[in-house]
């Protein structure tokens, strides 16, 4: 018989039955049977990750070599470029996919959904996977590039798992991370041929990267030769093959110097039918200004590409990227402007010039990247629901300060027109 001291106050002689069976202790456990635990029963225990378990993938997203791997239909894949050998100035981004997607590790399918939107994109209509990086050669630029091209009509010209629902979903989705910047090429050769016209190109960057290869001159070769593919001169050699929509892409976000002493650049970027925003024009029109400058020149049915070098935010922000340039945008204006034209029709998107060798120990470049890729995916999904008739209709809980702000001013301005 157990026998208690009677000095005991009478709140632990309660709590003493439950002391019996310590929280520490291990259940018993029965070996599982030679058939195998039910999959089901698996799932449930085992197939959820930590932000800092798992191995690493984007958004700990299912891992599929999908350059090897036809059999396994998708509808947006990220897909890794780690080439950086075509750069002006600091090399690195070679290493940026694998940073870019350790960054990517608190968004999970568990912990994904976008209040601004309304949507978890990694648990509604598309399989989205992490189809690992592209084999690219480091020491053979012009090999690179066919390799690159390669790939990705090899992608493209798949049939999405979701095919035609939505509507207009006939080719899957890659959003590449990069990677210097030279990866828009062979992304806008693939992607002019699968859809059997040019792609608009939204290009967000501090550069114009529409440079004429002869702005580097050389008195070892005459043009054309491999040194012209540079990540400066991309967009002027896809404009040369007709890749790009004149009169209907845009620049955002530029602060380049430019060659020479004149506006000679600035005229060769005209001729490629780029329109120019200024980094300082926000000062002027805000974030909503720049909105409605892309969206009025792009619209909401032109095929677009959108391509994001992380140096367009201010290197005091995000320094870890090849060609920093002072006096750039703040990672939450740039993510403001992307939330802004989600209505754009997106066939492909990359994330490009993170370089994690200088970037510190806080990987703030990485995580800007990261979370550039979750809107943009974010924004490919929403689109997507539009298309089908799932669109969803924004009813958030709570106050709005925004909203009551908003109220506020036009109460106001009714009491000043009395």
Known sequence: MLSFSTSLPLSLLLLLPFSWASFYDNPEFDLPPESGTPLDELKAKWDTDWGFSGISTFAHLRHVKCLTTPYEPFDIGIIGAPFDTAVSYRPGARFGPRAIRAASARQTTFRGFNHRA??????????????????????????????????????????????????????????????????????????????????????????????HPGSYPSAWANTPTQADFTHGTMFWVASEEGLIANGSSVHAGLRTRLGGADWGDYENDENQGFLRIEADDIDAVGVSGIIDAIMDRMGTERPVYLSVDIDVIDPGLAPGTGTPEPGGWTTRELIGILRGIEG?????????????AYDGNGEGTALAGAQVVYEILTSMVKRGLKERGEEVVLQKPGKHIAAAAAAKAKAKTARDEL
């Open 344 to 356: 754009l029709n997106l066939v492909g998107a990359d994330l490009v010039e993170v370089a994690p």
């Open 118 to 211: 309304g949507i978890n994109p990694y648990a509604s209509w598309p399989a989205v996977l992490d189809c690992g990086d592209i084999p690219i050669t480091p020491f053979d630029n012009a090999l690179a590039l066919h390799q690159m091209t390669s790939a990705y009509l090899e992608l493209l010209s798949r049939r999405p798992l979701s095919y035609t629902n939505p509507p207009s979903h006939k080719h899957p989705k890659l959003i590449t991370l990069g990677g210097d910047h030279s990866i828009a090429l062979p992304a806008l050769r693939a992607l002019e041929k699968t859809y059997g016209q040019p792609i608009a190109v939204l290009h967000f960057d501090a550069h114009l990267d529409t440079w």
